[in-house]
């Protein structure tokens, strides 16, 4: 059981499953990312089904009530992947509902990741969050990943993303 009374399963998500997602995804990164989301991130973020065509979607369910997912992307040639080195995997938009955080699902699905890279024979997984993000930040390092400055880049003019990588097949 999960702190707050929770239940939670990690899987890969189910076409009905993407509606429920793509909300909590919404919600989530409005929530830390105000400043710099317009209306087109947020159809990106709300489109679940093609990051499911194109990758892994995890989702975190307590019983039947989608509570959080995560994107998994296993190479670096997926159009996905925001890194080129093809010993690393990566995360795209973790996010869990408002009402089930600090309950270790974000934690839980970020280790499911790590988990598959080592799995697929990866040596790390490589996420990015934006540059403000203070507690997505904290979050990560304290699960163990580390901060890689020549991963940071700029998707476009004044939105900065800072790259963070874990090692996952040798001890990591």
Not at 48 to 73: C, H, K, N, S
Not at 75 to 89: F, G, I, K, M, Q
Not at 105 to 130: M, N, Q, W, Y
Request: proline share 5%; hydrophobic share 45%.
């Amino acid at each position: 059981m999960e702190p707050g009374g929770l239940k939670v399963e990690i899987r890969e998500i189910q076409p009905h499953e993407h509606e429920a997602l793509a909300a909590i995804t919404v919600a989530a990164y409005r929530a830390s990312h105000e400043a710099v989301l317009d209306a087109a991130y947020d159809e990106e973020l709300a489109d679940v089904a093609t990051r499911a065509e194109q990758a892994v979607v995890l989702v975190a369910m307590d019983g039947g009530r989608v509570v959080g997912g995560v994107t998994y992307v296993g190479d670096a040639v997926n159009p996905l992947a925001e890194h080129t080195d093809p010993h690393a995997a990566s995360i795209r938009m973790l996010a869990v509902d408002p009402s089930a955080h600090r309950t270790g699902i974000g934690r839980r699905l970020t280790e499911a990741c790590t988990a598959r890279a080592a799995s697929e024979g990866k040596e790390s997984l490589v996420l990015h969050t934006i540059e403000q993000n203070d507690t997505g930040l904290a979050f990560y390092e304290a699960l163990g990943f580390e901060r890689v400055p020549e991963l940071d880049w700029e998707p476009e003019p004044g939105v900065r993303l800072v790259g963070l990588r874990i090692e996952v097949a040798f001890g990591g």
